[in-house]
T-cell receptor
Framework: EDQVTQSPEALRLQEGESSSLNCSYTVSGLRGLFWYRQDPGKGPEFLFTLYSAGEEKEKERLKATLTKKESFLHITAPKPEDSATYLC????????????FGGGTRVLVKP | EPEVTQTPSHQVTQMGQEVILRCVPISNHLYFYWYRQILGQKVEFLVSFYNNEISEKSEIFDDQFSVERPDGSNFTLKIRSTKLEDSAMYFCASYQALQETQYFGPGTRLLVL
């Protein structure tokens, strides 16, 4: 069974204070690791897909990296509008095409 | 930019009543999903649908649940006899091909009283 664990559960940052979120996973045959952003009461909004260890993707102040056991989402010089819950999900080869989600990291960026 | 849409945004129902949640996936997508998120908990998979049939379902998706693609654009989730524990946000997702991104709709918040 695929499992995803995210840490920390919550993160309070000052504007401009860079930090990293962790996503640890166990999966039988990783087909893709996905990062989503979720605002309160809204659906997950796609950020990145990573397919193999060593891969990196960037978008504005966000950078996602992938190893064989975990992924990191780095937030560089965050702004208050980066406040959200960040979700990590895996798609495993043995589990069909469904996504298995972690519990998310709630990020609050204070001005 | 194409997006997944869902209706209604909120639904309040009495325990034991039937509800139908509606989704319009992105037009050229072939794979359709329902997920749910109970308040404060993880997003969890319910069912996947491809080529007009269920391709995978979770333990949650019991006989009280059904899915249908009644026409070329809509994808529905029916709960026949709602329970208190069905209260959650229900998300529809779709994608075009394997190993591509699943795009999520804004969700339907279901409250069962």
């Amino acid at each position: 069974e695929d499992q995803v664990t995210q840490s920390p559960e919550a993160l309070r940052l000052q504007e401009g204070e860079s930090s990293s979120l962790n996503c640890s996973y166990t999966v039988s045959g990783l087909r893709g690791l996905f990062w989503y952003r979720q605002d309160p009461g809204k659906g997950p909004e796609f950020l990145f897909t990573l397919y193999s260890a060593g891969e990196e993707k960037e978008k504005e102040r966000l950078k996602a990296t992938l190893t064989k056991k975990e992924s990191f989402l780095h937030i560089t010089a965050p702004k208050p509008e980066d406040s959200a819950t960040y979700l990590c999900a895996v798609q495993g080869g043995a589990a069909g095409n469904k996504l298995t989600f972690g519990g998310g990291t709630r990020v609050l960026v204070k001005p | 930019e194409p997006e997944v849409t869902q209706t209604p945004s909120h639904q309040v129902t009495q325990m034991g009543q039937e509800v139908i949640l509606r989704c319009v996936p992105i037009s050229n997508h072939l794979y359709f999903y329902w997920y749910r998120q109970i308040l404060g908990q993880k997003v969890e998979f319910l069912v996947s649908f491809y080529n007009n049939e269920i391709s995978e379902k979770s333990e949650i998706f019991d006989d009280q649940f059904s899915v249908e693609r009644p026409d070329g654009s809509n994808f529905t989730l029916k709960i026949r006899s709602t329970k208190l524990e069905d209260s959650a946000m229900y998300f529809c997702a779709s994608y075009q091909a394997l190993q591509e991104t699943q795009y999520f709709g804004p969700g339907t918040r279901l409250l069962v009283l």
